[in-house]
């Protein structure tokens, strides 16, 4: 996610007039925030009658009095959409001015925490669960009945402190399988050929795999680089272990679960030969060249291949498992809704309180920031919409959703470890207890100042 999801932005940024009512002007140019400058037609087309479902919204309410006020959003590059957002607001409130401020994601991180210690700092800012311990003591509550938030969305009893939500998730991202058609079809394969099993999933790899003598041309499936954002942080729990103990502190990394997943992947490239640690440096990218038939990657990968390697005809399905009904299919991580700063002055929170109920009660607003992130949405009442399900690698993901874990803002040290671990065991012929063993030392050793605890023991069919 992160950075990489920047430019997905744009494939969805035209569907959003919508939220004016009109094909509003946006010029691109942060920092206008000219919401009303669309003029009176668009005020005219705004919603005049409260929406939503059990978050409501009323555009007739008055704000701040009616009195002119400005503030600011920052974001770190989705200038378009965030604007798209803004104007539908503001043709609601022309009283109101929101001028966006873009910030490159290298110095969000930097900048934005010293702005917030501040007495200048937005009051409006987007937020990635990666750096809550960064944000949480800079951050307000939202000021909606946590039993609302509750009956309109997913996931929200998991960012719960002391009976209070200071920001959810408005989408759900994990991983999807993306095969090449054209590759499929040529190795006599048909939608009949899905697999469903991780067994099915190895017997199709090798039928899709090309080589000349030794030399491998095509690899069957390639997880380069990937695979411990989408293999072992995930198919632990198709074998019924957490990824952290009951305590949600101590990380389970050195589990029989784990070691099962490590010596699948090895068996794949070194025994099945589908695959090679050193056919490209990354999955994705040679699934993007034509040069691998698979991949698992995360829902912003769709948005990759539609603007980057659009010339690729590509399938999606869903993950396979290792046999029937798992505990859980994989985990997701969840796309974030604003911030408030609690610093700001009063009638800047009061707007920002605002604008954020607006974006949680508009169906609009989250269609598109869904599709634009490839997240299902975790608005419940959107779950078969129609414009989500034209997504293929969300719709396969509607029958299962519910059987996806979060656990938790996880420090960045639970995936760095777990890649080296797989590094040395590829690369360096450590074997697989010794490098696990070692990622669980590495992780308990980073974590120890961390405020960070698992939330695994929420997931609904959690054991």
């Not at 998730?169 to 058609?181: E, F, L, R």
């Not at 389970?252 to 030969?273: F, R, T, W």
């Not at 598109?368 to 009442?381: D, G, Q, R, V, W």
Request: proline share 4%.
């Amino acid at each position: 996610m992160k950075k990489k999801v920047i430019a997905a932005f744009m494939a969805a940024a035209m569907m959003v007039t919508a939220l004016t009512g009109c094909g509003g002007k946006d010029d691109g140019n942060s920092g206008t925030g000219e919401g009303n400058s669309e003029g009176s037609d668009a005020q005219a087309d705004a919603p005049k009658e409260p929406f939503g479902d059990t978050v409501k919204y009323d555009p007739g309410a008055e704000i701040n009095e009616g009195k002119d006020i400005t503030i600011e959003l920052w974001e770190w590059g989705s200038d378009d959409l965030f604007q798209q957002i803004i104007d539908g607001y503001t043709a609601m409130h022309p009283n109101v001015t929101i001028k966006l401020v873009n910030n490159p994601w290298e110095d969000y991180w930097t900048k934005l925490p010293l702005a917030l210690d501040g007495a200048n700092g937005p009051a409006l800012f987007n937020v990635h669960n990666s750096y809550h311990e960064n944000l949480i003591n800079y951050l307000a509550p939202l000021d909606i009945p946590l039993a609302d938030l509750e009956a309109d969305f997913t996931g929200v009893a998991a960012h719960v402190i002391d009976d209070k939500v200071y920001y959810i998730d408005y989408g759900m991202m994990t991983g999807a399988v993306y095969y090449n058609k054209a590759m499929w079809e040529t190795a006599g394969l048909t939608d009949a050929d899905i697999p469903k099993t991780w067994d099915e999933m190895r017997e199709v790899a090798k039928k899709l795999t090309i080589k000349e003598g030794d030399t491998l041309i095509q690899a069957g499936l390639n997880f380069n680089d990937d695979f411990h954002q989408n293999y072992l942080l995930g198919l632990n729990y198709q074998l019924g272990e957490n990824l952290f103990l009951e305590d949600g502190v101590t990380p389970n990394v050195n589990s029989d679960a784990m070691k099962q997943v490590m010596q699948m992947l090895v068996d794949m490239y070194e025994v099945d030969g589908v695959g090679s640690k050193d056919f490209g440096e990354k999955g994705s990218d040679s699934f993007g060249q034509g040069q691998s038939a698979m991949v698992i990657q995360w829902g912003h990968f769709y948005n990759t291949m539609n603007t980057t390697w659009s010339d690729i005809d590509f399938g999606v399905f869903e993950i396979p498992t290792f046999d029937g009904e798992p505990y859980a299919y994989n985990r997701y991580n969840g796309e974030s809704t604003f911030g408030i700063n609690k610093n700001a002055p009063a009638d800047q929170q009061a707007v920002a309180q605002d604008f954020v109920k607006y974006f949680l009660a508009s169906d609009d607003a989250q269609i598109a920031f869904n599709l634009a992130m490839s997240t299902f949405p975790a608005k419940k009442s959107l779950a078969d919409n129609e414009k989500i399900m034209e997504n293929p690698s969300l719709a396969i993901l509607s029958e299962h959703i519910d059987h996806y874990i979060w656990p938790g803002p996880m420090p960045s040290t639970v995936e760095t470890s777990l890649k080296k671990a797989g590094q040395d065991i590829f690369f360096n012929g450590v074997d697989i207890d010794t490098a696990l063993e070692a990622a669980q030392q590495d992780i308990i050793r980073d974590m120890k100042s961390s405020t960070f605890k698992s939330v695994e023991n929420l997931y609904e069919f959690a054991k």
